[in-house]
């Protein structure tokens, strides 16, 4: 990567703080910068899907262990720094947390600094706010704590000695928060009841902060190395000691969201799944984008013969849509044929299902006809007697079923396709979906067409994975995915009531709750 023509002399770094983990606690500030950068160096604790935010090339420099990864020594880091912004690029060093909190981020700004770089520091929450949240806990509850204090149990190794008086710690009136404490809870139990904290003193752990596999241990300083040690923890993690423990109880509303704990498989075009992804988070649970299609732009003499098409509807009765990419598409072309929503002035508008209409209202259109079921089937049953002896044009992508014209034509209509998208299939499930389904750690897929289940299908065998392991369940957005799963050899764990995403997380939740509770 090298300075392209134009750009300055030396680039900009800006050291931005993620966040703990769920990706809607970055801050507007950091979120901007990654839309303005040619690179992103994240460290390993930044959730992946913040890259989405990213225009420019990303890298993972972790400074922790974490899955086989090797550690990136923190001069290699700041040497990249360095280099990068000599190169003219503008670089984001995207970092757990807050850059400053136990982030090292005083260390790149000293080195960036010393080479003449200029840097902006951009504050993020830190891991210990967000994890006391998220659990239920306030550091200082008037009737608990009036003071807080953060302290590293992790310093640095070249240091003769230790900065920490446990002595003082012990003292402290108020609560105290260990950072990267798991592995040490013992030593650091042990320590602050010598120097004479009672073991009667409320403590506890807090793992994977914000994210839907957080886990929370609590106890006592004298009770609580055993309970974390049977609870099998894994890190990043936090080590709270104090009172403000026991004001927990019915606070802990990150826990009680519907999708809690679950990870979901979105097989949604990866430019399109943004929504979903979103909708899941808000959820507690854990997105995991795995494309099964990719949405694609005809070709460029198809789009000359669409455009002139659009440029004249006269004669054109009815339109019908039956995806939101159509209706995206459909008026992308309309506009390249010098046209606007005008020209539908004489045309009637039926939608299949209530996303599509949604997304025919964006362009100020509304549907005159949107059938109470998302199918085809319906739809004709819809229109009944209205299509009889007109010109209907069906706005469709490549492929896909072939009901709604025949049925059409069944009915009197005079039907024309216009092809504005192509629907293909991805490439294939990526080597951390494979290991997530292998592993069980991958609690749900999500289908939301016949064309997804298919492939999933095809994609499943061709992996070895067949049949689906039982760890992992499918839900279907609608009668006919499911239809077209079963027909694959699929097993449905759970369809939606009404056929839109929120509809299928909804599904899934009720199904997973049922289970827990018998």
């Known amino acids: 990567m090298t300075k392209s023509e134009g750009q300055s002399a030396a680039g900009r770094v800006w050291l931005a703080g993620a966040g703990p983990g769920d990706p809607g606690l970055i801050t507007v500030r950091a979120a901007e910068v990654l839309g303005q950068a040619d690179l992103v160096l994240y460290d ?41 912004a000599r190169q003219g690029l503008n670089v984001v060093r995207l970092k757990g947390g807050d850059p400053c909190i136990f982030g090292r981020g005083g260390e790149e700004a000293e080195a960036l600094r010393q080479a003449g770089i200029s840097f902006e520091i951009i504050p993020g929450i830190t891991a210990a706010t967000a994890a006391a949240e998220y659990s239920g806990i306030s550091f200082t509850d008037r009737h608990a704590s009036s003071a807080v204090a953060f302290v590293t149990a992790h310093e640095d190794p070249l240091r003769e000695g230790s900065r920490l008086c446990f002595r003082a710690l012990a003292q402290f009136p108020g609560t105290l928060v260990f950072y990267m404490g798991l592995n040490r809870v013992s030593e650091l139990c042990s320590r602050l009841q010598e120097h004479g904290l009672a073991g009667a003193t409320a403590a506890a752990v807090i793992c994977r ?8 241990v609590t106890g006592t300083l004298s009770t609580l190395p055993e309970l974390v040690s049977a609870a099998g923890l894994q890190p990043p993690s936090l080590v709270v000691v104090g009172d403000c423990v026991q004001q927990r109880r019915g606070l802990s509303w990150y826990e009680q969201l519907p999708l809690f704990g679950l990870s979901i498989g979105v097989p949604r075009a990866e430019d399109q799944a943004g929504g979903v992804l979103e909708q899941i988070v ?65 045309v009637r508008v039926a939608c299949v299902g209530s996303s599509t209409a949604a997304s025919l209202e964006e362009w100020g259109v509304v549907a005159d006809v949107v059938p109470q079921k998302f199918r085809a ?51 294939g499930l990526s080597a951390e979906v494979l290991e997530r389904v292998r ?57 939606a009531v009404e056929s839109t995403w929120r509809g299928l997380l909804a599904a899934l939740h009720f199904v997973n709750s049922s289970s827990k509770s018998t």
Not at 285 to 294: C, D, K, R
Not at 393 to 402: L, T, Y
Not at 439 to 465: F, H, K, N, T, V
Not at 471 to 486: F, H, K, Q, Y
């Open 282 to 346: 808000r959820g507690g649970g854990e997105p995991v984008p795995m494309p099964l299609l990719s949405i694609e732009s005809i070709g460029a003499e198809e789009s000359r013969c669409l455009q002139q098409r659009l440029a004249d509807l006269s004669g054109v009765d009815w339109l019908i849509f039956t995806s939101s990419n159509g209706v995206r598409e459909f008026f992308r072309h309309l506009r390249l044929a010098g046209r606007d929503a005008r020209a539908l002035g004489g």
């Open 209 to 216: 902060a914000t994210l839907p596999s957080q886990q929370l």
């Open 377 to 427: 089937e319906s739809l004709v049953e819809a229109l009944g007697g209205q299509v009889a002896g007109r010109r209907v044009v069906w706005v469709r992508a490549s492929r896909g079923r072939d009901v709604l014209p025949v049925q059409l034509s069944a009915a009197g209509a005079e039907v024309e396709q216009l092809v504005v998208y192509r629907n293909e299939d991805a490439a």
């Open 439 to 495: 592993g069980g750690r991958l609690d749900w897929i999500c289908l939301s067409s016949p064309a997804m289940a298919r492939r999933l299908a095809e994609l499943l065998r061709e992996a070895g994975l067949w049949p689906l392991p039982e760890t992992t369940r499918l839900a279907t957005i609608s009668p006919l995915t499911t239809g077209a799963a079963v027909e694959s050899g699929l097993a449905v764990s759970a369809e």
């Open 44 to 84: 390993g604790l930044v959730n992946p899907l913040l890259l989405r935010l990213a225009r420019g090339r990303c890298e993972r420099t972790s400074r922790i262990r974490r899955e086989g990864a090797s550690i990136v020594p923190q001069e290699e880091i700041n040497r990249r720094l360095i280099e990068a």
